[in-house]
Structure formats: C-alpha cells, structure tokens
C-alpha cells in the first residue's frame, strides 16, 4: 500500500523523498482504484474548460461598465448578515449551519447582486465581483488538488523546535507559493506531525505565519501585493523595504508559540525515530504553470489552473490522496461561503471606491497611520485585494490635487498608475509601505480576512481539530497576540 515507501522504523533519523510513488502495485482493498479514470478525468476537464471560457466570456461582455454607482451605507447590510451568520450560527446552531450554510450565502448572495444590479442598472460590478471569485477559486481549487497529490509522512511528534522551524518555512515558502499554496501544501503534514496533542493555538499560528503575515515580501505572496505590482510597484520593493517589518511580524508571534508549545503535553511514550518520507514530490512542478497564470487575462489564466487541476489527478494515485484524508468538503464549503462573500461584497467595495474617487477617503490616508490601520481594519472583514486598491487609488490621488480640490466632489484623477503615483510623492514609499502592510498582516485578525484562512480551518476540522468561533478566535488570539504585535509594526515603521 501507499505507506510501504515509508522509511522502516529502524531507520533512526533517515530521509526518504520522492519524485513520484514508489510502490504503486500494491493497495489497501478499500482504498480503490490506482488513480481515476483517465477518459473521466479528461471529459471533466474539457467540461470545465468550456464552461470557464463561456461564463468568463458572458462575465467580460457584462462587466463593461467602470464607474461604480453612488450607494448609501444601506446596501451594506446583506455583507454584514453574511459576517453574523458566518460568526454566530456556527457557535449557536451547528447543526442548522451546517445544513443551511448554502442556502444562507447563495440566499444573501443572490438577493444583494439582483437587487443592486436592477436597482442601479449595476450588472458591470457584479460581473467583476464574480470574475474576482472565479478567479480566486480557481486558484485555491487548483493549489488544493495539487497539494493533496503530496504525501507526507513523519514517525515522530513534532517537538517546539521542530513547529517552530515549519512555521518559519512555511513563512517563507508564502512568498514562492503564495500564502494559499504554502498553506495547502504543508497543513497536512503540519497536523499529521502533531498529532495526539494537537491545540487549537496550533491551527491559529499557522494561520497567523503562513497564511497571512509571511506573504508580504513577494508579489506571489499575497493578492494585494500582486494588484500593487500591476498598478506599478517594482516588482523587489516589498523585499527590499519590508523585510525588517516582516521579521519581527514573523519572529514574535514564533517566540509566542514556542512558549505556547512548550507548555503542550506530550506522549513521552512515543518512540523519537525522525524518519520522514516524502512522495509525490514532483507535483511541485505543477505549481509553476500556477503560479504563470497570475501573470496571463480571463479566461487563459483559468484555463491554465483547469489544466494544471486535471493533470494532478490524472499523476496520482487515488491511493495517496486517500492517505492523504483528502476531502473536497472544505472546498466546496469554501466555494459557496465565498461566492456568498463576494456578490454580497460587490455594493460594499463600490461604495469605497466611489468614496474614494471623490477624495473622500482622503482624511483617512493623510499619515502612514492612518493608511496603514485603515486599510488593515478593512482587510479584517474585506477581501484584501480591493481593499489595497482603493486605499492606494486614495492615496494617489491625495497627493495629486490640492487643498481647494480635496472638498471638490471629484479629484482630478492621477496620470501614473496609483502605485508609481503614490512612490513619486515626498515620502511616498513609507505610504506604500503602510498600505501594503495592512492589507497583508491584518488579513490574520479574523477567519474571513484572507482566503486560505477557512480552508485551513476546514481541513483541521476535517481532522478533528476544535477550531475557535469567529469571536474567540479574535479575542482570545487576534487581539491579545497578533494585535500588539501589529501595533509594534506601526510605532517601529510607520511611525
């Protein structure tokens, strides 16, 4: 079977990697065929693809329009119902969430874009709204497939030292996969290493260091960071300004855990052989093709993932992906939350980005603070991405108009694209850096501040993990731990 590849127990301390799977003969009998089956796998992708390529078409002819209509405050509320029934129906009525939780989102989804595009004639930012989802759940689909093709094995609990050494890898490893493909990519075998005295605190600092803080040196990092490089940041200038801000953001939240850790019980009857064994290495070259399409338009980008998807199963043995526990009930819960997320989202971001087109956001982006809590107090409840934009558009345009313009309903838009505007004005890079900050490091404060935070907490809930609610999570970890350190940031940086 799949587990035969792993190094023999004797084996005190010995490494085993491979590219591909050792022993693909032998399987458990409930463990089904070697790998589905080819013609299926292949219809299912030519499916995808036509229906990719058609709704992205449908999407671009829909989505023409550009300027985001007035709307009041008001046509905020279905984004917040969304938020309170994703915090409390869990902690209240588990059951009736769990059975619901589609019918909810899809419901407040549906009624937010019909009702917003009728009233205001507003099918372009709907259509845009759902080409950013698109968009996003392609690449989580893509990243969650492949990463499931990755076996990873080790024989002994992980010990502090050792979590902490992963975390940090995993850090770094954000900016080379992006937080999403870090995360997918080393959760399992996260868990799998700590199996037996497992804590909630295990699941929120990962979520802390590898899904949020440790992308924001890289463009690959972090979605905002990649709009900025679009809008005309360099692509090394988060390396080369960020990199003190992110070691003491990363380094810690480490010195919390260790000490968290530390005090963590553990079997001291459990044999301390260090073999690991790694197969399936080589699905890592798929990332590659992944990570490109960030850089190609709708509907190739799309496209690519599909591809990409499609022939991670066609390589893997359906054997692996069994060991591996996979489950496609976090993505499909992520899916719909998402899309629940995103059409309730579309008014919501309309409404700062025509605020900030008037220079109404002005007063809040006047001082690096300010843009740096501003932006990361929307980017807690807000996709980030958006977020960025709007708070980098207002920037831009702060610094070019004058006084007698700012009280003008629209400021005189800027000629270079936001970023480059924002780098060319006096002491324009600490402003870039504050924005960019916030956006990346306060997407951790809340389960539904950046995208690979619920699949992180479904799959260790698939595992067994009892993850927090909405409002422990920020009481008992965002606030007391990651918030003075993001305070820190700020007198330190931003100051």
């Not at 770094?172 to 075998?189: D, F, K, Q």
């Amino acid at each position: 079977m799949v587990g035969s590849f792993l190094p023999a127990e004797r084996g005190r301390g010995r490494l085993s990697v491979h590219l591909g799977y050792p022993d693909r003969r032998t399987q458990a009998a409930d463990e089904g065929p070697s790998r589905l089956h080819p013609r299926l796998v292949i219809v299912l992708i030519a499916l995808a693809l036509i229906g990719v390529a058609g709704f992205t078409r449908v999407l671009a002819a829909v989505g023409k329009q550009t300027v985001p209509p007035a709307v009041n405050i008001l046509w905020a509320a279905p984004f917040v119902l969304m938020l309170l029934a994703m915090s409390v129906l869990p902690a209240l009525a588990a059951k009736l969430w769990d059975r619901f939780y589609a019918v909810i989102a899809i419901g407040l989804g549906a009624a937010a874009a019909i009702g917003y595009g009728v009233w205001f004639q507003a099918a372009g930012p709907v259509a845009a709204s759902l080409g950013l989802y698109l968009k996003f759940m392609s690449l989580v689909g893509a990243l969650f497939i492949i990463s499931s093709g990755i076996l990873v094995r080790v024989r002994r609990p992980a010990t502090p030292a050792v979590n902490v050494a992963v975390l940090l890898a995993g850090a770094v490893l954000a900016n080379i996969l992006g937080t999403t493909g870090a995360g997918i990519v080393l959760i399992r075998p996260y868990l799998q290493m700590n199996r037996g005295h497992i804590r909630p605190f295990h699941v929120i600092f990962f979520v802390f260091l590898v899904a949020n803080i440790g992308g924001a040196l890289t463009p690959l990092g972090d979605p905002p960071l990649l709009l900025g490089y679009l809008m005309g940041v360099p692509f090394w200038w988060m390396l080369q300004h960020a990199w003190l801000a992110w070691l003491l953001a990363v380094g810690l939240p480490l010195a919390v855990f260790y000490l968290l850790d530390r005090r963590c019980p553990r079997d001291a009857s459990v044999q301390e052989s260090q073999a690991v064994a790694i197969a399936g290495l080589g699905q890592l070259a798929l990332i590659l093709p992944v990570l490109g399409s960030l850089f190609v338009p709708a509907p190739w980008r799309e496209m690519v993932l599909v591809l990409a998807a499609g022939l991670s199963l066609l390589l893997t043995p359906n054997s692996v992906r069994v060991a591996n526990r996979l489950s496609f009930k976090p993505l499909r819960e992520m899916a719909v939350l998402f899309l629940g997320i995103f059409l309730t989202l579309a008014p919501v971001l309309n409404l700062l980005a025509s605020r900030a087109a008037r220079g109404q956001l002005t007063t809040f982006t006047a001082t690096p603070g300010r843009c740096y809590f501003l932006t990361g107090a929307l980017s807690a409840v807000l996709d980030n991405a958006p977020t960025y934009a709007a708070c980098l558009q207002s920037r831009a345009a702060a610094g070019t108009v004058g006084t007698a313009h700012r009280s003008a309903s629209m400021p005189r838009p800027a000629v270079s694209p936001a970023g480059t505007a924002v780098l060319a004005q006096p002491n324009g890079g600490i402003y870039l850096l504050a924005i960019s900050l916030g956006a990346v490091f306060f997407g951790a404060c809340t389960w539904i501040g950046n995208g690979p935070n619920l699949i992180i907490k479904s799959l260790a809930e698939h595992e067994g993990v009892q993850c927090p609610g909405f409002f422990t999570y920020i009481a008992r970890y965002a606030i007391p731990v990651l918030l003075p350190v993001l305070v820190l940031v700020w007198l330190i940086f931003l100051w």
